[in-house]
Structures are given as structure tokens and as C-alpha cells.
């Protein structure tokens, strides 16, 4: 039973670049959330994608975005990219309406290094 | 809104003692969900142990078990019998039952257990 996949692992690109990141979620998950974790610190909310629109966002500004496909799998894209994106890059997958403690399944996420 | 505070940004255990990690959250939601995941250098968020607010008893999982305190607002986790293989991040984060769906983390503490 996969669990949920994300790629590229490590990733080095320019200011000012723009860059797409995936995300396949866990086997019956439904639901992807991203965040983003800058080093030494906890991981912030970015936004959640459920029957391929955004459900909710957090601070973050528009130039990061996303996409949910019909198999749930997910994209985020980050234009413009600034030395303050660097950072590793969570998927989280989840099913819908699944009891709180279920919880969410992690992937091992994708290390952005901006040069 | 919601906030996550571990005071503890490091702690160190010998090889199968136990050891307590500090939590305090704060947030207006009636009802509520408490996590703790433990984030090895891998990079991966892994599940260890959730509470419901309104659970009657302290949730345990193995050698993991959350010491619950709604009054104090409060969910430390203990680790009995620590590993060498325990030794990674620990980060405590919740999320409300409504409204917002993601999960508020808080900085973590750095766990390093001693042989």
C-alpha cells in the first residue's frame, strides 16, 4: 500500500524562476494539503485541494498555486521564486470526511533550494 | 484562531528512560483535535498519537502516551523507554473539528536520546 509520494526530492532553482512540485496521494485519500517548512521552524499551511478546487488557504501570496486532478493526485507551482521560498515542501493527503483522528498521511516532501 | 507553543527547543534522554515534551495550545474552537508527529532527518511527518478534546481518557499508543490537561490547555507527550531510534523532531499541532481544515504546528523540539 503506497503511501503518499512526492517528487522531485531535492530541487535547486534561480530567483525569479517559477517551479512545479507533485504530490500523489495515499491509497483512498481524496484531500491534499501542502505546507511549507522553512528550516528550523514547524510547517505553515499554504492551501487544501478537494474535488480539484481549493477549499482553503493560508497566508501565502498568489504566487503560489495549485491544481488537483481527477485521480487526486496534486501540483503546487511557486512563480517568481524568492531566496525566502527555500524551504521543504510537504503533501499531506487525507480523506474527506474520515473522524479527526484519523489524521494525515505525509510524504517526505521536496527540499527547494532558491539560488 | 489558533497557536501551538513547545517551549522546549531541544532535550536530551538517556537509552530507556522516559522523557516528557511540553505542549501548549490556545484556540476559540469548541472542539478540537491534538497531534503529535515525530519528523526524523528524512524529512517525512510521522503520525504518532491524536487526543479528541473531548475524549475521556489519555490516548496511548505504544510507548506513546498524551498527557491530556483541557483546563491548562495542555497535551505533553511521554516517551517510555526511549530508543536510540527516537532521537528526530517532535512537533505538536492540532486543528479544529470546524473551519478551518489544517493543521497548526507548533516549532518543535529537537529530541536526542543518549546511549
Known amino acids: 500500500d503506497a503511501g503518499v509520494t512526492q517528487s522531485p526530492t531535492h530541487l535547486i532553482k534561480t530567483r525569479g524562476q517559477q517551479v512545479t512540485l507533485r504530490c500523489s496521494p495515499k491509497?483512498?485519500?481524496?484531500?491534499v494539503s501542502w505546507y511549507q517548512q522553512a528550516l528550523g521552524q514547524g510547517p505553515q499551511f499554504i492551501f487544501q485541494?478537494?474535488?480539484?478546487?481549493?477549499?482553503q488557504r493560508g497566508n501565502f501570496p498568489d504566487r503560489f498555486s495549485g491544481h488537483q486532478f481527477p485521480n487526486y493526485s496534486s501540483e503546487l507551482n511557486v512563480n517568481a521564486l524568492l531566496l525566502g521560498d527555500s524551504a521543504l515542501y510537504l503533501c499531506?493527503?487525507?480523506?474527506?470526511?474520515?473522524?479527526?483522528?484519523?489524521?494525515?498521511?505525509f510524504g517526505s516532501g521536496t527540499r527547494l533550494t532558491v539560488v | 484562531a489558533q497557536k501551538i507553543t513547545q517551549t522546549q527547543p531541544g532535550m536530551f534522554v538517556q537509552e530507556k528512560e522516559a522523557v516528557t515534551l511540553d505542549c501548549t495550545y490556545d484556540?476559540?474552537?469548541?472542539?478540537?483535535?491534538l497531534f503529535w508527529y515525530k519528523q526524523p532527518s528524512s524529512g517525512e511527518m510521522i503520525f504518532l498519537i491524536y487526543?479528541?478534546?473531548?475524549?475521556?481518557q489519555n490516548a496511548t499508543e505504544g510507548r506513546y502516551s498524551l498527557n491530556f490537561q483541557k483546563a491548562r490547555k495542555s497535551a505533553n507527550l511521554v516517551i517510555s523507554a526511549s530508543q536510540l531510534g527516537d532521537s528526530a523532531m517532535y512537533f505538536c499541532?492540532?486543528?479544529?473539528?470546524?473551519?478551518?481544515?489544517?493543521?497548526?504546528f507548533g516549532s518543535g523540539t529537537r529530541l536526542q536520546v543518549q546511549p
Open positions: 499531506a493527503t487525507s480523506l474527506q470526511g474520515a473522524t479527526l483522528g484519523n489524521g494525515y498521511t
Open positions: 491509497s483512498g485519500h481524496d484531500t
Open positions: 485541494y478537494y474535488e480539484e478546487e481549493e477549499r
Open positions: 484556540t476559540s474552537d469548541p472542539s478540537y483535535g
Open positions: 487526543q479528541g478534546s473531548y475524549d475521556q
Open positions: 499541532a492540532m486543528r479544529g473539528y470546524t473551519g478551518r481544515r489544517a493543521l497548526t
